[in-house]
């Protein structure tokens, strides 16, 4: 019958292949020499099955870790109370939520473990075959269904009172529009947040100070081969203080003033070799303060940025596009290293503004 | 004292071996002839280790006033063991830089690690066995201080680690975490450098390296971080040491890398484990 087909080697696959109930195939096609349903592998009854000493034994075996469980409920209640967490040592806090732990998963594992034991070894074991019903409706449900819909829109007016179904649909539309500005308030309400990103604390005459004490530093106190971690005077006492860190963290290190690659209007931004450059890495904003006193590089640790402090900064390695801000210094009539004014671009990565403030 | 009251008691034994021998097994009469090549090895340890001692505390009153014969010891040793790479004069050469300057705290930390003599010419001199005896170290310092000064070997006062530790931490997390890991575990730098791990390192060479700044530190002079400062941070980092983790495990307290290690193989091995369990049949 299937050889007259023609050579095609297909057929249709009602016609050989039963599907058990009265499932159309539809046009679907199966090849002719399809492997047959090889049905399910001999059984093989369970060593619980044919031994009643291993069945009692498997008994035995879940009983005992349902016990366990019991035991570790317990003694994560035993450990609450003898080992307590001790203010101001680590060490008992690292005791108390060891065995609390412990128990707890003791209990909790034993408890599951025991559970598909029992399922595998002790509950009846025999293979079933429950054949997946068709997904499709009846006739009848079908056009049940839609005479539903039908007669919601009639009793609705859905489709005919245009005017309030079109405002409906706008409605919708607007309703999510305040989610999006919501937004907006993560940025500081009362400023511009892109010129806020723009300055920083530091202006003409401001003392570069410790981080954290905020000590004014002399210019003889930076050393060859020195790094001070810099915060602006007055910092710790801003309202903000956080947030001003963010931007003004800058790098205090002194080279030899031969080894210092000046470009033409930077002259005068070093004192005697001595340069202060922003610690926020103008790729995603990590402090890059990891400074190599020998070869002069900057680090930054989140990507691998090197920066080079000879040649002003300049990326030399890793993802970031643009050197480090300088700050121009110099000192004041104590000798304490003050800045000349504030970061002349924007610290720390891209924001979409920031070409504005570009010079 | 002890040894001598050993050698009596070895003395003792071949007498009574001797005396005992037709008593005793065969295998303590084979002992006698060893027991000799015993004494003579205790006799030449004795001589020699007291000799050590006599050597060790008469140098160190003289590393003390940096005498003149410690200086001289130490001109003799710098000329056999550093002199190729410094230069005779320590003005450095093209293997090594300058010594002038540097003081007897960088000899201190330098050879007192074991970083000097350097093995060959690489990125970063690695800590090895110390060369040079607490003695030998001392005149070294003593002969380099002695051409130019330079920051000394730190107080005692100031290594009892025994100051503010939670001041000492938040200076650490300022000035030195970046570089050597939030919990002193060192880290990696650029092309083959690296900034070590700081566990078990003593505290005069914790703050021998704060002062001076070795190879590509910076140097964190006494102007940026007082002696007190210093002292602080000591403290801060024997603490973290001498205490033990809360969190438990700290995996090398390399962070994310180590501990996501830890979780792809050992959790993620068991949710496997556990799954192949579930679905296989029970025998």
């Known amino acids: ?359 | 004292m002890a040894t001598a009251r050993k050698t009596d008691a070895r003395r003792f034994r071949i007498k009574s071996a001797n005396a005992a021998r037709r008593t005793r097994s065969p295998r303590a009469a084979r002992r006698s002839p060893l027991a000799t090549v015993a004494l003579i090895a205790i006799g030449l340890l004795f001589t020699g280790g007291a000799y050590a001692a006599f050597n060790a505390s008469s140098s160190d009153s003289g590393a003390v006033a940096a005498s003149q014969e410690s200086v001289e010891r130490g001109e003799k040793l710098f000329a056999a063991n550093c002199a190729t790479c410094h230069g005779l004069a320590l003005q450095g050469t093209e293997a090594g830089p300058t010594l002038i300057g540097v003081g007897a705290a960088a000899v201190d930390f330098q050879v007192g690690t074991g970083r000097m003599p350097l093995q060959n010419q690489s990125p970063q001199a690695p800590v090895k066995p110390v060369q040079f005896t607490d003695s030998d170290v001392d005149a070294l310092a003593a002969y380099v201080s002695s051409i130019s000064p330079g920051p000394s070997v730190p107080d005692s006062e100031y290594l009892d680690a025994a100051g503010d530790a939670t001041r000492g931490a938040e200076l650490f997390r300022i000035n030195c975490a970046m570089c050597h890991n939030v919990a002193g575990a060192g880290g990696a730098l650029t092309e083959g450098k690296y900034a070590p791990a700081l566990t078990g390192v003593t505290e005069k060479h914790i703050y021998e390296a704060m002062l001076t700044g070795p190879q590509n530190m910076p140097v964190f002079n006494d102007a940026n971080l007082t002696p007190e400062d210093k002292r602080d941070i000591i403290t801060s980092l024997k603490y973290l040491e001498n205490n033990p983790s809360p969190g438990g495990f700290e995996l090398g307290s390399l962070g994310p890398v180590a501990e996501g290690l830890f979780a792809w193989i050992f959790g993620l091995g068991a949710i496997i484990a556990l799954a192949v369990w579930l679905t296989a049949r029970a025998n």
């Open chain 1, 1 to 359: 019958m299937a050889n007259e087909e023609g050579g095609t080697g297909l057929v249709p696959a009602d016609a050989s292949v039963s599907h058990g109930r009265d499932v159309s195939a539809g046009t679907a096609v199966v090849q002719r020499d399809l492997a047959q349903n090889p049905g399910l592998p001999p059984h093989r009854p369970r060593t619980t099955d044919l031994d009643p000493k291993a069945d009692k034994r498997s008994e035995r075996g879940v009983s005992l870790l349902f016990y366990l469980s019991i035991v570790g409920s317990i003694g994560a209640i035993v450990s609450y109370f003898a080992l307590p967490i001790v203010p101001d040592d680590p060490a008992s806090v690292r005791l108390n939520t060891l065995f609390i732990g412990l128990s707890i998963a003791l209990a909790l594992l034993s408890i599951g473990i025991g559970a598909v034991h029992w399922g595998k070894a002790l509950m009846a074991d025999h293979e079933g075959i429950d054949i997946r019903h068709p997904t499709r409706g009846t006739d009848a449900t079908r056009e049940r269904a839609v005479e539903i819909f039908r007669e919601a829109d009639q009793e609705s007016g859905f489709n005919r009172r245009k005017l309030l179904r079109n405002s409906l649909f706008g409605a919708f539309i607007a309703f999510p529009l305040p989610a999006i500005f919501l937004f907006r308030d993560l940025a500081p309400a009362d400023n511009d947040p892109a010129e806020l990103l723009r300055h920083t604390m530091w202006e003409e005459g401001v003392r570069l100070t410790r981080d954290p004490e905020g000590t004014p530093i002399k210019a003889s106190d930076v050393t060859l081969g020195s790094a001070f971690h810099v915060i602006p005077e007055g910092l710790n006492e801003t309202e903000h203080k956080l947030e001003e860190k963010a931007k003004a963290a800058v790098l205090l290190m002194r080279l030899k003033p031969e080894d210092l690659n000046v470009s033409p209007g930077r002259e005068d931004w070093n004192y005697q070799g001595i340069v202060a450059y922003s610690k926020i890495c103008t790729h995603v904003g990590c402090p890059v303060a990891l400074y190599e006193q020998q070869t002069h590089h900057l680090l930054c640790p989140c990507h691998q940025s090197q920066f080079d402090i000879k040649n002003e900064a300049e990326v030399i390695f890793g993802p970031a596009k643009r050197p480090l801000p300088q700050l121009p210094i110099t000192i004041d009539a104590d000798g304490y290293l003050v800045a000349r004014r504030d970061f002349t671009e924007p610290v720390g990565p891209s924001f979409w503004e920031r070409g504005e403030y570009e010079q």
